[in-house]
């Protein structure tokens, strides 16, 4: 199996926030914490663009390098996480994360700065799996229960999908080949290939026969 | 006895001067258990035995495929 991963498709998020809400329910999130959030890119203008973000469990995750109790480690499916019993709560970890992810609650025994929280991709953290214990610090853990995470489980437009690299990478290269744009967009060819239709200089299928 | 007595003091002596592994990068506490190998509870993905790696990756791919691909569930 190949690493876990998130991907938000602009073209299809409409800002409807079901997957912070779904998110803050499944785990009961305190007040104050968003695992994820909607951003939203020229917000009012036409042609708007909206992403979901979250931690994206990066491959090689700045959080963990400058964590200063080395709290962070990494599941053999490269989904990220950390041990609340080791974190202090220094936030280094929310100053290097460039998404923002790392949360702090306000309420709770380390006063204004708790043990930080983040998205776990639903994966809990070092607790017994499906403990009481678990739920409490991390959430539910629904990759033990054999599902995916239920932001993207709940997502109404299948903006938002997650799951094995490889499959999301299929299911978004497959939306945009079909849609006819997106491939000429910077980095595409680097990370789905560069002779694809929509690709500049690259003629598409149809094209071609005519 | 007094040789005894002796190795004893000078081994207890040596434990106390040992130190800890402080290695850089490893990281100490409480190790996490593989996600397939569940919960223990019931409430799972139907048709899936618990502890089996391989049929929690298929599942999950599964998911993946009727749940996020609509040009496959569709079409």
């Known amino acids: 199996m190949a690493r876990m991963k998130f991907v938000c498709d602009s073209e299809r998020c409409i800002e409807c926030n079901g997957c912070v809400t779904a998110c803050k329910n499944e785990h009961e999130v305190p007040w104050g914490v968003n695992r994820r959030r909607v951003v939203t890119l020229n917000d009012g203008v036409p042609g708007e663009k909206s992403i979901s973000v979250a931690c994206m469990h990066c491959s090689d995750a700045p959080c963990m390098a400058v964590c200063p109790v080395n709290c962070f480690y990494k599941t053999d499916e490269g989904v990220v996480l950390h041990d609340k019993d080791v974190c202090i709560g220094c936030g280094y970890c929310s100053y290097a994360c460039p998404f923002g992810a790392p949360q702090f609650p306000s309420q709770g025994t380390f006063g204004v700065r708790g043990k930080m929280d983040k998205c776990t991709f639903c994966a809990g953290g070092p607790e017994v799996n499906g403990s009481q214990a678990e739920f409490e610090k991390y959430g539910r853990n629904r990759l033990a229960e054999g599902k995916l995470p239920i932001c993207a489980e709940m997502c109404s437009t299948k903006a938002l999908i997650a799951g094995d690299g490889d499959v999301v990478a299929d299911i978004f290269r497959n939306r945009v080949v079909k849609r006819g744009k997106g491939a000429e967009v910077w980095g595409w060819g680097s990370a789905y290939g560069s002779k694809q239709a929509g690709q500049p200089g690259v003629v598409a299928p149809e094209e071609s026969k005519s | ?75």
């Not at chain 2, 004893?8 to 800890?20: H, I, N, S």
């Open chain 2, 1 to 75: 006895m007094k040789h005894i007595f002796c190795s004893v003091a000078l081994l207890a002596l040596l434990c106390a001067c040992g130190e800890k592994p402080q290695l850089l990068g490893e990281r100490t506490g409480k190790q996490d258990a593989p996600s397939y190998s569940g919960t223990g509870k019931a409430f799972v993905d139907g048709g899936w035995t618990q502890g089996d790696k391989a049929g929690w990756e298929s599942h999950l791919k599964a998911r993946d495929q009727y749940g996020q691909n609509d040009y496959s569930r569709m079409n």
